[in-house]
Every structure is written in C-alpha cells, then in structure tokens.
C-alpha cells in the first residue's frame, strides 16, 4: 500500500501491518480493532506530521498494539488511544511533538512498554481519565519534556514502574482536576524508577506551575497512591510532594503512601506533606535528609502515629499556584 493509512483502512481484526523504512509524511487513524502495526526498523519507520497535522497515530478502536516506530513533529499528539478498551505501546519513540508524547485517555486495559518520548510542552507520557484503568508503563524513559509523567483523574491498577524520568521541568505528577471526568485521581502504584533532575528550564511547555517545576513527584489531590522503592535525586524544589489540588473543586490529598524511597539533594525538602485537608498520608522507611514540616516523619510514620499537620508554607502555596495556572489536559 502506498500509504500507512491505505494499509490500516484494507486490514481485517487480527491483521498485521508491516512497515518498511521510510518517512511516511501522514496523520494515520486506527478505526479497525485487534490491529498490529509493526515497523521493521524503530529509528527509520518515522511518521512526521510536520507541525500541520494532529497526532502521528489516533486509535479509536479496541486491542490495538503500536510497535517499533517513531513519531515525530505531530501539532498535537505522538501516539494517542482514546475511548477504548486494550491497547499496546511496544519500543516506540515520541518526539518533539506540540502536546503529548504517547497519550492514552479514557482508555483501559493498555501497556506501554520500552519506549522514549521527548520535547512535549505537556508531558512525555499521559494516562487520563480512567477508574479502573488497568494499565502499565515500565522500561521507558522521558526527558527534556515539560512534564516526564502526568495523569488527571486516573488510577486504580495502574503501574508506573522500572522507568527512567530525568531533565524534564518536573517528573512524576499525578493529578485531581475538574477538567477530565472520574476525579479524584487515585490508587497509582510508582514504583522503581530513577527520577533525577528533573529542573529543566530549557525543556518545552506550555503552561506550568512554580510549584511543580523542579519536583520529582509531586502528587496533586491524589487518593492513595503508593510511591516506592524509587531512587529520586537532584531536584530544585521537592523529591517528593504531597499537595491537595484546588479547582473548581477541592481536593485534598488523602491516604498516600510514600516508602522505601531514597531521596537526596532536593532544593527545598527531599519529602513534604501540604494542607490543609490532607489526612491518613504516611511515610516509612525512606532515606531522606530533609523534610518539611519539620518532624513529618514522627507525626505521619505508617503503621503508627498519623496527624493530619502539615506546615510547610511554601507547599501551602500549591493551592493557589495549581488553580490559577495548570498544564492543560483537552481531551483531544
């Protein structure tokens, strides 16, 4: 077939697409479920939307997998499933594109897997709007992107694990936001990454708070989740930070887990827990200098005593800074 979209169009459910080397200059729209669309070479298969058309791939049907290509130069976004029930992600390569790398949102049941995204003003990789979404990210790295990992109001068995996030403006931040359905977000796992200086001034963005830029995590009205056993280094402002979210809703961040984590050279506190509203968050075992309020470990330690203080007043101001600018999230 002369085009990657000509091949989609004539496949039947079960079909593998095959494609050769080449740059396919195309914006290609999945509507055929149980799809493969395989590239026989990850750094010659590329898709460039040349900053005029929208996404490189848009899957709009069920149990479609994308592998072994790039996309690259989209207006909006590099890979994106929307709407759909299982989906796959296998060594791909997302760049430069003017919004999300690789973007799931109201999708569940997915893996992503073994790939990289890289210069999105938004984020590199993005899981929205799904309760229970089912899904995994592992073995992928992000960087030099506004945001390594976001996800507005998604959760419930869902993995961000063995993966690399570093020289992005901020790293991991899981959000609760009015702008997307399901709120709050909630139940994440984090788990065994590398998170490491993520205070890059000269990556693209579109829109980011002060309080996100130069974090590693920073979890915004989320409803337990679990981060652990991460190596999270180098960060201007917070390794990790539990914040409540206001928007046209407040949410507070309730519940969280925060474990087994080593945290170093963080500019303003390696851990920090913000209210007010914020309850039942706790911290355990992590190797960590300095913690804001002072005292958080005593007074939020899992297992034990748990009050609801949180103090720092620079991590306060998350309330205002995330409800007057935020990183935008349209369901595209």
Not at 158 to 166: A, E, F
Not at 206 to 229: K, R, T, Y
Not at 307 to 324: E, G, I, R, W, Y
Request: proline letters at 5%; charged letters at 15%.
């Amino acid at each position: 077939y002369p085009t990657i979209q000509a091949a989609v169009d004539a496949a039947e459910p079960g079909d593998l697409i095959l494609v050769g080397p080449g740059v396919y200059k195309e914006e290609v729209t999945v509507t055929t479920p149980s799809l493969i669309i395989r590239g026989t070479d990850r750094n010659a298969v590329i898709i460039d939307g040349e900053m005029v058309r929208g996404n490189g791939f848009a899957v709009l049907a069920d149990a479609v997998a994308i592998e072994n290509l790039t996309a690259r130069n989209a207006r909006l976004n590099g890979f994106y499933w929307a709407g759909i029930t299982g989906f796959r992600g296998s060594y791909l390569t997302a760049y430069n594109n003017g919004d999300y790398g690789i973007y799931a949102f109201g999708a569940t049941d997915g893996l992503v897997e073994d790939s990289y995204a890289s210069g999105s003003p938004d984020s590199g990789f993005y899981i929205g709007q799904c309760y229970p979404c089912r899904i995994v990210i592992r073995h992928v790295t992000a960087e030099r992107n506004a945001i390594g990992y976001s996800g507005t109001n998604s959760g419930g068995e869902l993995y961000v694990v063995s993966s690399i996030w570093r020289a992005n403006r901020a790293g991991l931040v899981p959000a609760s936001l009015d702008i997307e359905l399901q709120a709050p977000q909630r139940e994440m796992v984090i788990a065994r990454n590398v998170i490491v200086g993520n205070s890059n001034r000269s990556a693209p963005a579109w829109a980011l708070p002060g309080i996100a830029f130069g974090s590693g995590v920073l979890i915004a009205g989320g409803v337990g989740d679990i981060v652990e056993h991460n190596v999270i280094a180098d960060h201007a402002q917070y390794g990790v930070l539990v914040t409540p979210m206001l928007d046209k809703n407040f949410y507070p961040a309730k519940k969280n887990i925060i474990r087994d984590n080593l945290v170093l050279r963080s500019g303003r506190a390696d851990l920090a827990v913000s209210g007010p509203g914020s309850s039942g968050n706790c911290l355990s075992h992590n190797h960590a200098v300095v913690v804001a309020p002072v005292g958080l470990r005593t007074v939020h330690r899992c297992g034990g005593l748990n009050l609801p203080l949180s103090l720092d007043p620079l991590a306060f101001t998350a309330l205002v800074l995330l409800s007057f600018v935020y990183y935008f999230d349209p369901p595209f």
